[in-house]
């Protein structure tokens, strides 16, 4: 410092250096005497003089035996000797034996057309009300209507719900989802993409449809990131899907075809049964991987078995099925939600 400096900028510089190993060693002291930093911790160990008698303890506890009623009974057939064993839930039941029982019918009071339905956490049940009017309809668990949430600049289409209070909303145009918080009547968040068609959630993930055939992810619990899940999936600007515990289910509508992949993104079945199912839009799934599909072609809706393979109609245009566009099964109350185009919702027990 001293070859290429003058002897003002030494000084100057000098004091600066002094100053600071002055700071420094006020810092230093502190920790050594002035604070606990760097005292030793020892740890003592005190046996409780109760433990000291554990010796004399017959017995933890004991462990015993209950009967209850079998999750299987016996069924004798006139053709075979052997009993067979045959569990008595909705699981094992054909698709013919399946009962489809009218809870109550009501009316959305939509002005353009209803597009979306789901079922919230608390049994509410929120409706899109297509554009132009842009809006939600919120009905409660007894089909009455609660209050709209207008989204005027969105044109939401397919709706799924995250909690009692949010939604995510996709929208025919915008190609961004939207999560909108039903008690509050506003938009919470923005998740950019190139999304259209249906969209369902399966625990805190997003499954949307993707406009480059693809099913895309959307972490919630990972500020909404965005990942591929599937590709090569034959969509169209009205297809929907659903989801199970490791299956997920896509329309296409110009193709009339339900297709089902696993969660490794490979496709299981194809229906395209024309003959069955005509122009299909909305789809559901039940805990047992049974798909219920909106055949709007020819007014019904159609039960599909999990392995693609049977299906049968269940609802059709005799039971009020007129123009039906979107489907959805809610699993904890095991009740089918269907709703035509014009907004008369039908709700079904299944058994």
């Not at 005292?39 to 506890?61: P, R, V, Y």
Request: aromatic share 8%; glycine share 6%; with cysteine.
């Amino acid at each position: 410092m001293q070859n290429h400096a003058s002897d003002l900028q030494t000084f100057l510089a000098s004091k600066k250096m002094e100053e600071r190993a002055m700071l420094e060693e006020k810092y230093i002291q502190s920790i050594l005497i002035d604070s606990n930093n760097l005292k030793c911790l020892n740890l003592k160990c005190s046996i409780s003089d109760n433990i000291m008698h554990i010796s004399e303890i017959n017995s933890f506890g004991s462990i015993s035996t209950d009967v209850s009623a079998s999750f299987v009974v016996p069924n004798k057939e006139k053709d075979k000797q052997a009993q067979i064993l045959s569990r008595t839930s909705m699981a094992n039941k054909s698709i013919e034996n399946l009962q489809v029982t009218k809870i109550r019918q009501f009316k959305v009071p939509c002005i353009s057309g209803i597009t979306g339905n789901t079922f919230c956490p608390n049994g509410d049940m929120v409706f899109v009300d297509y554009t132009p009017e842009n809006r939600l309809l919120i009905i409660d668990s007894m089909g009455n209507f609660r209050r709209d949430i207008s989204l005027p600049s969105i044109q939401p289409y397919d709706v799924t719900s995250i909690d009692d209070n949010t939604v995510a909303v996709t929208t025919w145009c915008q190609k961004d989802i939207y999560v909108v918080d039903i008690d509050l009547g506003i938009i919470k968040a923005q998740i950019s993409g190139d999304f259209f068609g249906g969209l369902t959630r399966r625990g805190n993930t997003l499954i949307c449809c993707d406009r480059s055939n693809e099913l895309k992810a959307v972490d919630l619990l990972l500020d909404n990131t965005v990942s591929t899940l599937i590709t090569g999936v034959p969509i169209d600007q009205q297809s929907y899907v659903a989801t199970s515990t490791n299956k997920i289910f896509v329309t296409n509508c110009m193709y009339n075809t339900v297709s089902c992949y696993n969660i490794n993104g490979e496709k299981e079945w194809q229906f395209d049964g024309k003959s069955m199912v005509k122009t299909p839009f909305g789809v559901t799934v039940d805990r047992f991987n049974n798909v219920y599909v909106s055949s709007n072609g020819d007014a019904s809706v159609v039960l599909i078995t999990p392995d693609g393979k049977q299906a049968r109609i269940v609802l059709e245009n005799k039971d009020g099925i007129v123009s039906p566009y979107c489907v959805h099964f809610n699993q904890t109350q095991n009740k089918l939600l269907v709703t035509n185009i014009r907004g008369d919702a039908f709700l079904y027990n299944i058994s």
